[in-house]
Every structure is written in structure tokens, then in C-alpha cells.
């Protein structure tokens, strides 16, 4: 009978052991390395290091405006897709339309940055000759790529198209999740769509709106494969490090200046940052009575 | 109110018809860039359909990298991938749902709060791990990840956890085994989930980056998106190449995507998004 209260640890532990090796083992190996110098010495330097650096300041702010552009650029785009999507007016072919919304998504960071720079470069870019074009040429090139005034804007080109299509089918299925009784009531008590929309989508999509903000912000610290992709990894990422992004800065330390105990002290302030970022943001999306 | 009706089903389809454009352009772009002469793709960069259908870019393509060895290597590692993950989660899946146990609760938790540690804590670290363990430079990196993710088990244990507890007791009467009972009854019964979290981990292993970048130092190893990447230098004589490679590397997403279609992503998706 002993054999039976083992089983089910048995079944479950492959992921436990895995984790525990290479998961948990190097969480916490890290710590020790970002307190060491490179002889292996106890040091603060590391940190000190990370908090002076103004090459990290500057990752951490593009990903930061990073982040706020997509929360109020791309979100709203995929709520306005995802009730377009639950529109009677589908009727068959929403399973086609958000195949087709969600293709960007599964396309990979390399195929992307390939076809964006087609796209965005300065000279014979799609977009330049589009404008220029459009503006019977008054417009002259843009350097969204080299002009670090336009670099944001250009990924945030790239997000959009990229995620604009998965969150919207992430708020599709919040949507979808809303008894349609609540609406068909409150159309009874004359309520207007906009007043449906306010009042009664709105507030019941906040539990999904919470989880895709979630993403939102992991994601963009974690932008890696774009940049690179795009402007290559030399001694300035983009126009003015214009591009540069924790991950980026993280693999530069890494294998450029192979400051490795730096790079691991940076990724635990990255963390801490991260969780002070969703810690405001669970208290904006907290339950309030 | 017919009419208005009419107007506002024509108004949202021309809408939603101009954003499917912009979403299908830059695959548009692709697709006629990679069939295009040089000449035409210089003169008339916006011209979708070429007047001149060329194959040279696919020719320098494969004179530059050795496009299909990388691609070789990108689908073995994504299948090996996929066979690995389904394994793991199917049997903690299989023991979350068919056993009762001290703790249960607690460490199913304690999977799902492996998700909060960010990747950027553990890239220096694992790196440095690796390193040590001799596996640097080999796939073993690449695939390892893709095992340490919790939502899978949280997926396949929502989907397993349907299958009527009746089912396995009567089977145990039978004298079967909970191996047997692992493949004859709960497998077949979340075929759904297995299939969703196999074609996530596919494309999470063929469309990765970061991680072969970090990880593969030997040219003759890389993988698809690295060797992509290496026709970097190539852009400034002629984009068509990149364009081609872009182009067959997006292939078997395109096969999957329109077998498995929508059911399968954005059922997965779901899955992931109720936990928010």
C-alpha cells in the first residue's frame, strides 16, 4: 500500500527535478555571482556598476516608453479588433479572420526584422516611397531606423502589427466569457451600445485586461531578436543606443565585454524593477468595492 | 432600418478589410520581394506582382548558407522538443489529476510560481551553468527551456482533469497498470491538449532566436533564424536572398497553421490568458 502514496510524487517529480537543476540551481547561483569580482571576491561593485551605468539607465527608459506606447497604442487597437471579431456581422468567417490577425504572432523575431527592414529602411523603404508618394514627394526619406526620435515609433510599428492580433483574441475571449443576458437587459432598460459597452463590457473585461497588461510589460523588457534584427549589435544599438533594451544590454555585457558578474547583477535589478512595474500595476487593477 | 443596417455591414467590412490588408502587406512584401528581379525591386519597390519572376535569390540563398542543413537542424531539434515536453507535462499532468495527495495544491502553486522568475534573471546564471556542465555549444540549452515552462502543465492538467474519475477506477478493477491506464485512458482523452501545447512548443523552438544565438558557437550547427541572420552582410548587395530565406523558413508555420487553423492557437491561448 506504501507504494501507492509514492506514486503520485513519482509521476509529478520530472518537472520538480528539472526545475531544480536548471531553473532554481542558477536563480540563486547568480546571486552569489553578481556579489563576486572577477577573482571571486565579495563585492558591491557590481551593483554599484548597474545603478551608475548610463547605458542601463537608458535600456531600461526605451522599455520603459516602450511599454506605455504599447499599453495605450496596441491595446486599444486589439479591444477594437476583438469587438469587431464578436460582431454579428462575422457571422462564418471570424475562425479566418483571427487566423489571419494571429499570423504575425507565430512568425519568427528573425523573419520579422528581415521584412521590417524592407519596410522602414531610409532608402528605397517601403513606407519612405509610400509617404513620398502620398506627399508628391515633399516628404523627403525618414530615417525610422537611424533617427532616434524615430526608433520607438518604429518598433512600435513592428508590436503592433506583431501583437495587436493575439490580444485581441485574448479580449475576444473575455468578451465571449460575458453572459449575454447582461447586454440583452440593459438594451431592455434602453441602454445605448456605447452605455453597454461602458458600463457592462468594460468593467467584466478587467480580469483579461489585467493578464494582457501582465504581458505587455514582461514583454517589453524583453525585446531581444527585433533590435538585433534590425540594426545589428554594435558599439551603439541604434542611433544613440536608441534601440538598446535590458535583454540586448544583458547579452551585450555578456559576450562583448564579457562582464559577466555585472550582466547578473543587472538581471536581478531588471527583477526587482519588473516587480515594482506589475505591483503598481496589480494596485491599478485591483478590486475596489 | 434596413438600409442603415446594409450601410453598417458594408462600413465594418471595408474596415476590417483595410486592416487584414495592412496585417497581409508586409507578407505580400515578402513574397513578391523574394520573386523579384533586382532591377524591378529597385525601380518599382511597391509593385506587388512581378512582371519578371526570377529565382536567383533563391539560388544565391543556397549558395551563401547552407540553407537546408539549417533547416534540417531547426526541425529535428523542434520535433525532439516537442516529444520531450509532451512526455514531462503528460506524466505530472497524469499525476496532478488521477491522484489525491498530501500537498497537492502547494506544489501545483509551486509550478505556476516558476512562471514569475524573469528570463532575465536566469540568462547570466544558466549561461555560467552550462558552461560548467559542458553543454555549451551542443542543442541540449535550446531544448531544456521549452521543459521548464509551467503553462503547458497547467494546459494539459485543466484538460486532463476532465476525464471522469470512473473511467481509471474500472480500468484498476480490470488489473490495469497506471502506465496503461496513463496511455489508454488519459492520452486519447486529452488528445486536444496535447495538441495544443505540441504545436506551441514547436514554434516556440523553430521561431527561437536568443537562445541558439547564445548558446551554438559552431557555424555548422546553427539553426535556421541564426543562419538567417548571417545573410546580414548580404543585405547591401541584394535583399531578395534574405527575403527568399525569410520566406521558406515561415513554410511549415504556414502548414501547421492552416492544418491545426485557429482551433488549436487560440484554444492554447485561452488556456494561458484565464489564469491572468
Known amino acids: 500500500m506504501k507504494k501507492r502514496k509514492i506514486m503520485p510524487y513519482l509521476f509529478i517529480s520530472p518537472f520538480f527535478i528539472l526545475y531544480l537543476i536548471f531553473g532554481l540551481y542558477p536563480a540563486v547561483s547568480g546571486v552569489f555571482l553578481s556579489f563576486q569580482d572577477k577573482a571571486g571576491q565579495f563585492t558591491f561593485a557590481n551593483y554599484q556598476n548597474v545603478f551608475a551605468d548610463a547605458r542601463f539607465h537608458k535600456a531600461i527608459s526605451n522599455a520603459f516608453f516602450y511599454m506605455l506606447g504599447s499599453m495605450f497604442i496596441i491595446l486599444p487597437l486589439a479591444l477594437g479588433a476583438a469587438l469587431m471579431l464578436n460582431s454579428r456581422y462575422m457571422e462564418r468567417k471570424r475562425g479566418f479572420v483571427s487566423t489571419v490577425f494571429f499570423m504575425p504572432n507565430v512568425t519568427s523575431v528573425v523573419v520579422v526584422g528581415i521584412v521590417f527592414k524592407l519596410v522602414l529602411r531610409t532608402n528605397n523603404g517601403l513606407l519612405n516611397i509610400m509617404l513620398d508618394t502620398v506627399s508628391g514627394g515633399r516628404l523627403g526619406p525618414i530615417k525610422f531606423l537611424k533617427d532616434p526620435d524615430w526608433a520607438l515609433f518604429s518598433l512600435l510599428i513592428i508590436g503592433t502589427w506583431k501583437f495587436f492580433g493575439v490580444n485581441s483574441l485574448y479580449f475576444l475571449s473575455g468578451i465571449q466569457g460575458i453572459p449575454s443576458e447582461l447586454g440583452e437587459a440593459a438594451r431592455i432598460d434602453g441602454a445605448s451600445r456605447w452605455k453597454e459597452f461602458r458600463y457592462i463590457t468594460l468593467p467584466l473585461l478587467k480580469p483579461i485586461a489585467k493578464f494582457i497588461t501582465f504581458i505587455c510589460i514582461v514583454g517589453s523588457f524583453s525585446i531581444f531578436g527585433e533590435v538585433l534584427t534590425l540594426v545589428g549589435n554594435s558599439n551603439a544599438v541604434g542611433a544613440r543606443d536608441s534601440m538598446l533594451y535590458p535583454m540586448v544590454y544583458l547579452y551585450n555585457l555578456m559576450f562583448k565585454n564579457v562582464k559577466m558578474n555585472q550582466a547578473a547583477a543587472m538581471g536581478y535589478v531588471i527583477a526587482v524593477i519588473l516587480l515594482l512595474i506589475t505591483g503598481v500595476q496589480r494596485w491599478l487593477f485591483r478590486d475596489k468595492e | ?276
Open chain 2, 1 to 276: 432600418m434596413k438600409r442603415k443596417e446594409r450601410i453598417n455591414k458594408t462600413l465594418f467590412w471595408i474596415i476590417l478589410i483595410i486592416v487584414m490588408i495592412l496585417v497581409l502587406y508586409p507578407f505580400a512584401a515578402m513574397v513578391s520581394g523574394s520573386f523579384k528581379t533586382d532591377m524591378e525591386m529597385n525601380r518599382h519597390s511597391l509593385r506587388l506582382i512581378p512582371r519578371e519572376v526570377t529565382l536567383e535569390h533563391f539560388h544565391t540563398l543556397f549558395d551563401t548558407i547552407p540553407f537546408w542543413a539549417q533547416f534540417m537542424h531547426s526541425a529535428v531539434l523542434s520535433i525532439t522538443a516537442v516529444v520531450l515536453v509532451l512526455v514531462v507535462d503528460g506524466v505530472v499532468a497524469y499525476g496532478f489529476t488521477r491522484f489525491d495527495f498530501k500537498g497537492k495544491g502547494f506544489l501545483m502553486s509551486l509550478i505556476l510560481a516558476t512562471m514569475l522568475i524573469p528570463a532575465q534573471v536566469l540568462m547570466v546564471p544558466q549561461f555560467q551553468m552550462y558552461k560548467e556542465m559542458k553543454l555549451f555549444g551542443t542543442y541540449v540549452p535550446l531544448v531544456i527551456p521549452t521543459l521548464l515552462s509551467a503553462t503547458g502543465i497547467y494546459l494539459l492538467v485543466q484538460i486532463m482533469g476532465q476525464v471522469p474519475r470512473d473511467l481509471y477506477e474500472s480500468a484498476m478493477i480490470d488489473g490495469c497498470g497506471e502506465m496503461r491506464m496513463l496511455f489508454k485512458i488519459a492520452l486519447p482523452l486529452s488528445k486536444v491538449g496535447f495538441g495544443i501545447q505540441g504545436v506551441l512548443t514547436f514554434m516556440a523552438v523553430w521561431n527561437d532566436y536568443m537562445t541558439p544565438l547564445i548558446y551554438l558557437n559552431k557555424e555548422s550547427m546553427y539553426t535556421l533564424p541564426l543562419g538567417l541572420t548571417r545573410l546580414q552582410n548580404f543585405y547591401k548587395i541584394s535583399y531578395g536572398a534574405a527575403l527568399a530565406g525569410a520566406l521558406l523558413s515561415c513554410i511549415p508555420v504556414i502548414i501547421i497553421l492552416s492544418i491545426v487553423g485557429e482551433k488549436y492557437f487560440v484554444k492554447g491561448m485561452m488556456v494561458g490568458a484565464v489564469k491572468g
